[in-house]
C-alpha cells in the first residue's frame, strides 16, 4: 500500500538534499531516490544534489492524480483496503442525509469493514444498476431536537 506523503511540509523557493526531503516528507531517501527515477526533476550539476521543493509538491500532486480513478457502477469505496469494492451479496443502504442526497453504505467482500459512496437519490439507477438499495432515513444526531407529533 503507498504511503501518503503531505507535500505542504517542504517550502515551494526552497531547495532540498535527499536527506532534508525524505525526513521533512517522513520518507525513506531510497524512495526520494526512486522518485528521481520515475522523473522527479533533480539539480545534478553539482553534488549533493538539490531538489526544488516546488517540484517535489508538483510530482506528489501528479502522483496522487494518476493514481486516482472514478468509481464505476455497483462500486463503493471501502476505507480499510482503501479501493473500489462491489458490496459483500450486492446489498446496500441508502441513507439519506439532506432531500435529494445521502450515501450507499455496503460490507466489502474481502475485510468485512465498510464501504461508502456519496450519491444523489435521482441517479441510484445508474450509479447501483445491479444492486439492491434498502433506502433509509439519516438517523437523528444528538444536537437534533426530536419533532413533537
Known amino acids: 500500500m503507498a504511503k501518503r506523503f503531505n507535500a505542504r511540509a517542504l517550502k515551494k523557493h526552497h531547495s532540498y538534499t535527499i536527506a532534508e526531503a525524505a525526513e521533512q516528507l517522513g520518507a525513506h531517501p531510497q524512495t526520494v531516490r526512486a522518485w528521481i527515477r520515475n522523473g522527479l526533476p533533480v539539480l545534478a550539476e553539482k553534488t549533493p544534489h ?16 494518476r493514481r486516482r480513478r472514478p468509481l464505476g457502477p455497483d462500486e463503493l469505496y471501502c476505507l ?17 442525509m ?52
Open 50 to 65: 538539490l531538489i526544488l521543493g516546488d517540484h517535489i509538491q508538483t510530482f506528489l500532486k501528479g502522483d496522487a492524480t
Open 80 to 96: 480499510t483496503c482503501k479501493g473500489a469494492k462491489t458490496p459483500a451479496g450486492k446489498m446496500a443502504d441508502f441513507i439519506e
Open 98 to 149: 439532506a432531500p435529494a442526497r445521502g450515501r450507499l453504505t455496503g460490507i466489502c467482500p474481502d475485510c468485512e469493514g465498510m464501504c461508502n459512496r456519496f450519491a444523489v437519490k435521482s441517479q441510484l439507477p445508474a450509479i447501483a444498476p445491479n444492486l439492491i438499495v434498502d433506502l433509509r432515513s439519516a438517523e437523528l444526531s444528538l444536537k437534533e431536537p426530536e419533532k413533537a407529533a
